[in-house]
């Protein structure tokens, strides 16, 4: 048989790749899609006969009926898309100072933007909790340059969440711009340049565009997984930013109500995934 | 020519020159000062946002006080102390540690499978299992964690360092897989030909070739999945039970209390550790791209959408 | 259209008749779903010949000698090494080895490793290894640089060292993939030199592929020239140039001039009529299994440098009257852009030290009829 050396590289049988499959493939099933299928039955029983019982669609009635919920929701969605906003507000001039006018500082800088993430999200949260305490650094400096008189109320709001989130998530979002304007020929800029273009053709023509892609990947890498935090909400968002991260913890441990809970689960599934769409959508239409 | 040449010239320049010549040389200049003076000062914005309240943190360790204060009331090391007495904390970082290192060969394992795979071979399917396999990244890990919660208690296995471990593996290893997949097809087709044309066999080739070839983006996946399952917190709360773990232990502390200056201390500790740990990764990681010829770039941005 | 193949493989047993060729290649047809990419292509290689596979890109030529290296299947035809049917052989196991375009070099490897690799995978023993390698290295003249990496080499040193990898492990043949398509021309003319120079020293046959046919004529022994998968005419640089079978090959190679004409007489002394003119010819090249038939639409071919061009119209012989178009200095020679009758593009080398010549003049062109040959294909 004749090693043909196919557009993906040496292509073995057929047998090998399934055997080469097995274990990642059989890991993922068990460990993840069986949990998240049995998850979607509890989701349809009640939580006083867990297992047990009766399909029933009261649960997701209840969450998505009830008007608590639908606030709380609604509370989520503000505080995620306003940090979201502001992040590829920030994130575009980083990405494209790096991608193109970082020079010599262009790896040192990556390099302190991936130590970022490697810092533990926990301790960034306490610190940041210390940061905007109503004794906190952050009120006292601003009392010292004699900004304000009275301390701000900082902590414990929505606020606080959507500066916990952003900072939080920057380096996941400008990471992927980054290597999306990477791809970037200098000469092509030059040459519209040549041709008469003004940056703020070249923005849109040419950058903007390329964003598009570290666009979605920035929406799943960062946006999902805020809809999965409570950590956050309950170090420094308090009552007033209660993401629904947090109720979805409550009833899992405090209220012991598997049923709302996961039915909660699956509708931030939903979101996340119409999030996810609308971003493709949107990055398409910028593509044109 | 450099910013400071061409202003020192074109300053020559423009004082030569008429006043309204002068008026738009300066404006143009000065256009190109802002910008370096407005990029100076977002940069060192970001700086500030995303690395002061660590350094606010390590301050504090230090600062004799056992509450929150600004002011400097002394240098002592008496929190460390306090804090690396802590069993409960000695602990909980152990068995972090111990975890992290535990899946992250395992999580290597798994993704390099689950990325030649998908990256070099061609079956009916691909398509699908290539994105399957990268669901547990884009899934919430709310579910995922909540998901094994109810399905532990259901076939009746206890909450354990096991069960962390196991739902640590699930997750993790297509981090690993995004990364060496990227790589695999940033190979070169041609050094492959070449080690075929010159009589390697198909598993002398990935031995002497392909293999030393991803040792960067092996390394690199290792390194991202062990600081993400030390770092890993939701996942990890719903599936610890009672065994303690580091981040999920910062949680529970954090609860209580604003100022707490063990805490302070441990975890300027454990960032001060962090840093010098990626550091050493990214030198060692450098040598060894370079040494085969790759761009540490591609290994740090190449991710999923590479 | 196979009669192509016929001819070639009578002729394919090559210069040297008996002796098996090195490598032979059997009707082989290579298609890419609806694509041909190779059209029933028959050739021989000899023992120790530097053949070549020239043309334009997309010609086959590519696709041909990676069968011969065994990264494609034929999807018909068989290839023998050395009378020995090789064509289901995968790449690792034969004599073949292939030197790349872009050098594929092992970046974590230094130049010795590189070049030990193929010995090593064939289980030689250590001092024999060494000495291969070194021996090797020394044929390019790579020695000195032995332990250097391939990113620290200048793309003519990796090139040599591609060279060597291939060659230490000396095999039957060693196909070459336009290994010198990256060079800057001076460096480009002194590695064909060097090639040309390694190859007879070693001894071994040369599959050369390349679109420059400068190129190819300088090397080879043999040239096959292809397009659209097929192989359009296989000989010596000399029957190439001077002998043309077509059109294409005519244009490809150098230029040519061909002029419109009609074909009076066939046979050894082929005659033709230009216009109102009959003229002689030298050679006439027919396409293999169609004889050339009084009366078809032929080209006559006269390269540019067999061309007299003066003022007055010459007492005896054909001559064409033309008109100076362009005029242009090329250092070895004038190059005279001319239009002939019914406006046909004619171009002439003349001596740098010829008489003046300026756009518009009129002249007359002449030529030695036995340097003139008939293509069997209309001028366009």
Request: proline share 5%; aromatic share 8%.
């Amino acid at each position: 048989m004749s090693a043909r050396v196919s557009s993906s590289g040496v292509a073995f049988g057929r047998r090998t790749a399934a055997a080469v499959l097995a274990s990642p493939v059989l890991t993922l099933l068990v460990f993840f899609a069986g949990p998240l299928i049995y998850l979607t039955w509890v989701s349809f029983t009640r939580a006083d006969i867990v297992g047990d019982g009766s399909f029933t669609f009261d649960n997701y009635a209840e969450v998505l009926g009830e008007p608590i919920y639908r606030s709380i929701f609604l509370d989520t969605i503000v505080i995620t898309v306003t940090a979201m906003v502001i992040l590829f507000v920030v994130a575009f001039p980083i990405a494209s100072f790096l991608a193109f006018r970082a020079g010599k500082w262009e790896i040192p800088m990556l390099l302190a933007l991936v130590l970022t993430d490697e810092l533990n999200p926990l301790i960034r949260l306490y610190a940041w909790q210390i940061v905007m305490n109503k004794e906190g650094v952050l009120n006292r400096f601003l009392e010292a340059i004699g900004l304000i008189d009275e301390p701000l109320t900082i902590l414990f709001t929505k606020t606080a969440v959507v500066v916990v989130l952003a900072t939080g998530s920057l380096a996941f979002v400008v990471i992927p711009i980054y290597a999306a304007l990477k791809t970037v020929n200098r000469t092509l800029i030059e040459a519209a340049r040549d041709l008469g273009a003004g940056w703020v053709t070249i923005l849109r023509e040419v950058l903007l565009p390329l964003a598009a892609t570290g666009f979605i990947a920035a929406i799943i890498i960062v946006f999902v997984p805020m809809l999965s935090d409570f950590a956050s909400p309950a170090v420094v968002g308090g009552r007033e930013g209660y993401m629904i991260a947090s109720l979805i913890e409550e009833e899992f441990n405090a209220r012991g109500d598997w049923g709302v809970g996961s039915a909660l689960s699956f509708v931030v599934l939903a979101i996340s995934a119409v999030m996810v769409w609308v971003s493709i959508k949107i990055s398409k239409v910028g593509r044109l | 020519m450099s910013a400071e040449q061409t202003a020192a010239t074109g300053g020559a320049r423009a004082r030569s020159a008429r006043p309204v010549v002068r008026q738009v040389f300066w404006t143009i200049h000065r256009r190109e000062l802002v910008t370096r003076i407005a990029s100076a000062a977002m940069l060192a914005f970001g700086a500030l946002i995303l690395f002061g309240p660590f350094i606010l943190l390590a301050f504090l360790s230090f600062n004799d006080s056992q509450i929150l204060a600004f002011g400097f009331r002394g240098f002592t090391t008496r929190f460390y102390e306090e804090a690396l007495g802590d069993a409960a904390m000695r602990e909980s970082l152990r068995n972090s540690l111990v975890v992290a290192g535990l899946t992250t060969p395992i999580c290597v394992a798994l993704g390099t499978l689950g990325a030649f795979g998908i990256a070099r071979f061609v079956f009916p399917g691909r398509g699908l299992v290539a994105g399957s396999l990268t669901l547990p990244l884009v899934v919430p890990s709310l579910l995922v964690g909540v998901g094994a919660l109810v399905t532990f208690s259901k076939i009746d296995v206890p909450l354990s360092l096991y069960t962390v471990a196991v739902m640590h593996i699930v997750v993790g290893f297509p981090l690993v897989m995004a990364i060496v997949t990227a790589a695999l097809y940033r190979f070169d087709r041609s050094l492959e030909e070449a080690a075929l044309d010159l009589g390697a066999t198909r598993r002398e080739l990935m031995w002497y070739v392909l293999l030393p070839y991803l040792v960067p983006a092996l390394a690199a996946a290792a390194i991202f999945v062990f600081g993400w399952s030390f770092n890993s917190f939701t996942v990890t709360f719903f599936t610890v039970g009672s065994e303690r773990m580091f981040t999920v232990w910062v949680f529970s502390k954090l609860r209580r209390g604003t100022n707490l200056p063990t805490v302070n201390a441990i975890s300027t500790l454990v960032t001060f550790v962090t840093v010098v740990v990626v550091y050493i990764a990214y030198y060692l990681l450098r040598r060894s791209a370079v040494r085969s010829g790759q761009d540490v770039r591609s290994l740090v941005a190449g991710g999923p959408q590479q | 259209m196979s009669t192509v193949g016929e001819r070639d493989r009578a002729e394919a047993g090559g210069a040297r008749g008996q002796v098996t060729p090195a490598l032979e290649l059997d009707r082989v047809t290579k298609r890419f779903d609806d694509v041909v990419a190779v059209d029933d292509v028959s050739l021989a290689v000899d023992r120790g010949e530097f053949f070549s596979l020239l043309g334009p890109s997309g010609c086959g030529k590519t696709t041909t000698l990676r069968m011969l290296a065994g990264f494609e299947e034929p999807s018909e035809g068989r290839l023998l090494l050395d009378g020995v049917e090789a064509t289901q052989i995968p790449p690792f196991k034969r004599p073949t080895n292939l030197v790349f375009q872009n050098y594929a070099l092992f970046p974590h490897m230094s130049v010795y490793r590189n070049v030990a690799f193929g010995p090593r995978r064939a289980k030689l023993p250590k001092p024999e290894i060494d000495r291969r390698v070194r021996e090797a290295l020394h044929t390019v003249q790579m020695d000195a640089l032995a332990d250097r990496m391939p990113a620290q080499l200048s793309g003519g040193q990796q090139q040599r060292v591609g060279l060597a990898r291939a060659l230490v492990n000396d095999p039957l043949v060693l196909l070459l993939d336009e290994p010198l398509g990256a060079l800057d021309l001076k460096l480009r003319k002194e590695m064909q030199i060097e090639l040309k120079r390694i190859q007879r020293e070693v001894g071994i046959s040369f599959v050369y592929v390349t679109h420059d046919q400068e190129e190819a004529m300088t090397m080879s022994d043999r040239i096959a020239v292809m397009s659209h998968g097929r192989v359009e005419q296989l000989g010596t640089p000399r029957e190439i140039y001077f002998h043309p079978t077509t059109r294409f090959v005519a244009d490809f190679i150098g230029t040519a001039n061909l002029l419109p004409a009609t074909l009076v007489l066939a046979g050894e002394r082929p005659q033709v009529r230009i216009g109102e003119v009959l003229a002689d010819a030298g050679s006439i090249g027919s396409l293999p299994g169609r004889e050339a038939v009084e009366g078809d639409a032929v080209s006559l071919m006269v390269r540019p440098e067999t061309l007299r061009v003066m003022r007055e119209r010459p007492e005896d012989g054909v001559a064409l009257p033309v008109e100076v178009s362009e005029v242009i200095f090329q250092g070895t020679g004038i190059r005279l852009d001319l239009q002939g009758p019914g406006d046909a593009p004619i171009v002439a080398l003349v001596p740098a030290d010829a008489m003046d010549w300026r756009p518009g003049d009129h002249a007359h062109v002449q030529w030695d009829p036995d340097r003139a040959h008939v293509v069997v294909e209309p001028a366009s």
